[in-house]
């Protein structure tokens, strides 16, 4: 009986690189549902590779739109077919990937306001996108456009006290001046630019989302202390920008009831709040409760260091958020782009495809790893910007491989060695770790109390 009685709750929604997520989080913050949709395994007509598109440049990244609504289908199909109580929702929230943007067609809020109970989502919006294939984070195709945007602003270090970064390739300001430039014609099509985040919370509430101080500081266009778009950066990037983007809000606003559709077609009340979406970096700031002083470090497709700030201080390195928690403070985030997928690659090459053999590998051998050190990029990294694979002997001569088991504790010694370099080279003083979560991969727990320790 009790497993049936109504038990009201929100839901949490990720839209990720991979894949999209729910939990279900109930009056004591128990998590007891989850449901989620995974890309390339559940919509392989898309032909992604986790998740993404990489052209034939190497550095040009997309994801298409609607494999993101037909994700969101699939999910809340799964939820009524399972007996999930929609009754209960008393409000919604979620995170998307940071960066990415998405381009609703002139007409699309129309569509989005008269959603028909009696269709699924992806049958009633796929005509409504200007751009099929949306540019994402790990899209590193506009240097041309980050270098037009640091000159018109006074440089980089102009923009970076202004919005918090120097001009980076996959901020989103730097995405739409290069689809003005390539597609001028798509863009002026264009009603209205979202992010992930604010596209998501936009499927919920049936009109366009707006974009939350927090994900909105990942573009080079939000003054993060003034909390508005830059007149000099909107106008350096394309035309009629502000109007596309709408007006920035706080990152915990309730921007709206959900739409009607998901009130007749799976039985929300008609009360379910939609608070703003936010981006994932910034979301897991809220959620781990970070304090002045932590630092947090999640192994993620991307890994990224976060912390808590008062006082921004922005750096030709990393990048100064608008807190999601408290729009007067400030986050700051490094982020590393060949994470998960480059520690899977390494297991693929150096411990026959399994985690299992991964561990034992980083068990057998010690901490300093015999005095080897390597620096593994597949891809062109962020922080900071290289490519390549680098490994170095004892005798500090570079070497073209090693041995499976070094090669293994080299890339995690490696990679955390380069976390605690770059943080410490903003200023900042690593004290202790307040978290780590693990994305889908797991080190074994020795190999993780090393880690802190080496930290
Ligand atoms: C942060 C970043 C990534 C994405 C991954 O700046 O680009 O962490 O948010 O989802």
Redo the contacts with the bound molecule.
Sequence with gaps: MAEHAPRRCCLGWDF??QQVKVVAVDAELNVFYEESVHFDRDLPEFGTQSGVHVHKDGLTVTSPVLMWVQALDIILEKMKASGFDFSQVLALSGA????GSIYWKVGAQQALTSLSPDLLLHQQLQDCFSISDCPV?MDSSTTAQCRQLEAAVGGAQALSCLTGSHAYE?FTGNQIAKIYQENPEAYSHTERISLVSSFAASLFLGSYSPIDYSDGS?MNLLQIQDKVWSQACLGACAPHLEEKLGPPVPSCSVVGAISSYYIKRYGFPSGCKVVAFT???PASLAGMRLEEGDIAVSL???D?LFLWLQKPMPALEG?IFCNPVDSQHYMA?L?F?NGSLMREKIRDESASRSWSDFSKALQSTEMGNGGNLGFYFDVME?TPEIIGRHRFNTENRKVAAFPGDVEVRALIEGQFMAKRIHAEGLGYRVKRLKDVFWAKEKIIPDGKSELQEGM
């Design positions: 990720s690189t998307g990937q940071q960066h984070w996959r990942g981006g994932d970096n993620g497709t991307s990224t990048h985030l982020c782009k962020i």
